[in-house]
């Protein structure tokens, strides 16, 4: 099989902004967790949260357009949707688990591009107290703002992390940031 044909998996069909390395680690490493609960903020047109659905028994997102959930509705029948922007909306969806003692196993960060953006994101998950383990992937870390952003996270004041690797999976930036920019530079 190439790796094209790996690409073409008709269990996701919607187009996602990661190259293909960043989706098949996205994709084996939701194979081998299986959540039962995931959080990904970031939804944009869906791509990654059609992977997060997929393996996860319920899913939370976080988007701050309002069209995301009109746009994938009937998609998702596992996703609950929380729009605005995810400086005011993530502490708010951190508090509740906190609240209800429920742990994602696994959270996507890909929301804002920016440095304090990414900044806040991590902090605010960082205010997760798990009652599990539970991993959290960072998409982006070669966008010079976005890199900035996560090393500047308070992850030396959380007590529940273990380990922090900004080029887990090496990324590139592209100059249309899609995966059609992608196309023949491989």
Known sequence: MTLDGLMEDERFPLLWQMSSSERLTVIALLDQIRPQLSLGIGTHRGGSLQVLSHFSQRVLSVDVRPEVPIELA?????????????SEVLPQVVSELNRNRITPGFIL????????????????????????????LLHDSFNPGCRQGMRDAAWHECPYVHEVELDFVPGNLSPQGSEQSMKGMI
């Open 109 to 136: 960060i890909d929301g804002t591009h920016s440095t304090e953006g990414v900044r806040t994101d991590i902090n605010s998950v960082l205010g997760l107290k798990p009652t599990k383990e539970v991993v959290v």
């Open 74 to 86: 009937g998609r998702f029948s596992n996703v609950a949707f929380h729009t605005g922007n995810s």
